[in-house]
């Protein structure tokens, strides 16, 4: 569940095709060619959504998007 | 030796149409583009209506990823320059992109972005303001994101007068070529401040028409019953080449830029000058550009805003630089239809400049009614004229105090 919102935020965010494959391992960087600032909206958008504060130091060490869904996981 | 500069590109998103052939037939035509205000709730706002941007349809021109970070100055700049771009005809494989430039103006920048924000701020805190806030907002993001599109590595700027942005924009673009630091440059002007906060703010200077139940009546310049402007939108984009450059590659000329002048009022914030002396000035240094006889001008598109000094003061300005001649010009106001684009104004206007120069054909000042006794030059009433068009002059006029003219030439070999 908490992935599928993620993802959805992040389609949405980056303005992506639905279609497009995002899985745990896919790095918004790299595979999703987001820049720095499109990471900090996504980590706004994020912490909107489930009601929680993510610091600057953990989001900065975000890998990939089954990062960010265990810390929601473990955080909301 | 000074470089000729010649027009080689159009491309425009007006309240009236997108591209050049839609938006010559309308302001051909004598169509308005003025309505009631539909992107927000104006019951509250003495005025009700503006030119909106009809029909804008930003992934034909910007992917929808991209298109999220622009505000909307920004994607009618982008869309217009491509459409100059694609009506250049011109093959960016072949260009020398150190030597594609963009020069744009703007009077307001990302202001819808700015409320946006603003009341996102006070509705959750600093912390939720999105970091594509600011490059969003600021003016010079169109020349930017223009240059990101095209490729255009050489020299960029922007310009910000007011309603006199897109005018100096196209000269500065000009004298960039004419000195040789480029062969082609995007330039024009780009607006889109139809918001709550904007209207609300020229509301409160009186300076907007109230004709609320006749939209399309509104705008009418130089008409003894016009009670102020109306809020226009969109982007005005020419492509200006290097002449040499432009022959080279057997591109269509639409005509030559052969003056650029501009000036201070050093007056008011908003008021012209008495007379015009300050538009006066930036006529007559645009003719002394290259020297133009002042009679050779054939038409002038006027600033022309349905404010009751500027067309006055404007009126005053005309007959003060061309004395005798004055009466022989065809005078619109192509803002009659389009409504007043501002930073964008110069931009569409230099467009129904060269066009007219291309066709042979006057536009309109449509909703001209009554006659005023203070404006009593030919402004075109209501029906393009046809007439051969050898020299167009374009004026644009800004808060500030600001002037600047421009002024095309039907192209020939010497």
Redesign the interface.
Known sequence: MTFEKVKEIIVEQLGLEESQEIKRETSLINDLEADSLDAVEIIMAIEDEFGIEIPDEEAEGFKNIGDIVDYVENNK | MKKRVVVTGLGCITPVGHGKEAFWKAITEGQSGVGEITKFDAAEYPTKIAAEVKDFNVEEYI??????KMDLFVQYAVAGAKLAMEDSKIDTEKIDHEDFGVVLGSGIGGIATFEDQHKKMLE?GP??I???FI?MMIVNMASGQVSMSLGAKGPNTTVVTACASATNAIGEAYKIIERGDAKLMITGGTEASITPVSIGGFCSMKAMSTANEEPQKASRPFDKNRDGFVMGEGSGILLLEELDHALERGAEIYGEVVGYGMSADAYHITAPAPEGEGGKRAMLKALGDRDTPMESIDYINAHGTSTPYNDQFETMAIKSVFKDHAKNLSISSTKSMTGHLLGAAGGIEAIASVLAIKHGIVPPTINYETPDEECDLDYTPNQAKERTVNYALSNSLGFGGHNATIVFKKYQDS
């Open positions: 992917e929808k990823k991209e298109a999220k959750k912390r939720r999105s970091p594509f490059p």
